[in-house]
């Protein structure tokens, strides 16, 4: 039997790539709040870019503690997807093509969601990481945490459980 030739690294990073953006760009108020993802494999880094919007209290000045915790919860939610999502685009049964036009895969649901805020997020670019503590056919708990300057420091870290979405019967 032949052996199957690999994908030429670059049509592999672009359909990545393509799958995560569509995936971000399908959630407007990701788009809104300019949360972008860095991707490095499968390991995906959230990047909050600081806009005077974000600031919640302008004497010190400090990022909005709603902005934080969304941050926080969109890291997560997409962090999981993409694990969720990752094995069905790299064998290509999941098609980049679809996703781009808009049929993208129905996101978790929040079942909780608690942020421990360790200190004021400065007025800067934030980061953040999540990773999955438990993830099942129905459930799945999530840690995420942010930080700026040094991700020894974190700002923020939040703990999440979310109701994974059941698949479509018609693609059982």
């Not at 760009?25 to 806009?51: A, H, K, N, Q």
């Not at 098609?95 to 049929?103: I, P």
């Not at 805020?117 to 503590?133: C, E, M, Q, V």
Request: proline content about 7%.
């Amino acid at each position: 039997m032949a052996r199957k030739t690999p994908e030429p690294v670059q049509v592999v990073k672009q359909r990545r790539d393509g799958a995560l953006n569509a995936l971000v760009d399908g959630v407007p108020y990701i788009r809104f709040l300019g949360i972008t993802f860095d991707r490095r494999g499968d390991e995906l880094t959230g990047l909050l870019s600081f806009d005077e919007k974000l600031i919640g209290n302008p004497m010190l000045p400090a990022i909005h503690g709603g902005v934080t915790s969304a941050f926080l919860e969109v890291t997560a939610m997409i962090s999981l997807s993409w694990a969720h999502i990752w094995a069905d685009l790299e064998s290509g049964a999941l098609d980049v093509d679809a996703l781009t036009a808009g049929n993208l895969p129905r996101l978790p649901k929040t079942i909780d969601f608690t942020v421990d805020y360790l200190r004021s997020g400065l007025p800067r670019d934030a980061y953040a990481r999540a990773t999955i503590t438990r993830a099942g056919r129905r459930y799945a708990s999530v840690q995420a945490e942010a930080w700026q300057d040094n991700r020894d420091r974190p700002f923020a870290q939040a703990t999440a459980h979310f109701l994974m979405p059941r698949p479509d019967p018609g693609n059982d």
